[in-house]
């Protein structure tokens, strides 16, 4: 069955840079949208950043110039790069996957697939 699984989380501080990343498996590479949400304790998820197959990218205006998410090409495998980290970019980092759909919201109701999560702390 499809899974996903984040790694790469850890500490940065406050303006540093931070690489995650997701490796799927069970996936059959059709039309549809990898991401990431994150989730601080006592607020909703919030979807940061959306790529398709075709590398276009969805960005959440509080990640927008900060957040890179890449093209998943063959790898199979999706990375967020979070440059000039701020003190509200800590929380549960999750890669999600959408099977049906080209990325079009944030809303996580769409995605079938969730990672584990991995945790980012800024200080």
């Known amino acids: 069955h499809a899974q996903l699984v984040e790694s790469g989380g850890g500490s940065v501080q406050a303006g540093g840079s931070l690489n995650l990343s997701c490796t799927t498996s069970?996936?059959?590479?059709?039309?549809?949208?990898l991401g990431w949400f994150r989730q601080v304790p006592g607020k909703e998820r919030e979807g940061v950043a959306l790529?398709?197959?075709?590398?276009?990218?969805m960005y959440s205006d509080s990640v927008k110039g900060r957040f890179t998410v890449s093209p998943y090409g063959t790898e199979n495998a999706v990375y967020l790069r979070i440059d000039n980290a701020q003190p509200e970019d800590a929380g549960s980092y999750f890669c999600?996957?959408?099977?049906?759909?080209?990325?079009?919201?944030?809303?996580?109701?769409?995605?079938?697939?969730w990672g584990q999560g991995t945790q980012v702390t800024v200080s």
């Open positions: 999600v996957a959408d099977r049906t759909h080209y990325c079009h919201t944030f809303d996580g109701s769409v995605f079938e697939d």
């Open positions: 790529i398709d197959k075709y590398g276009s990218t």
């Open positions: 069970g996936y059959t590479w059709s039309a549809y949208c």
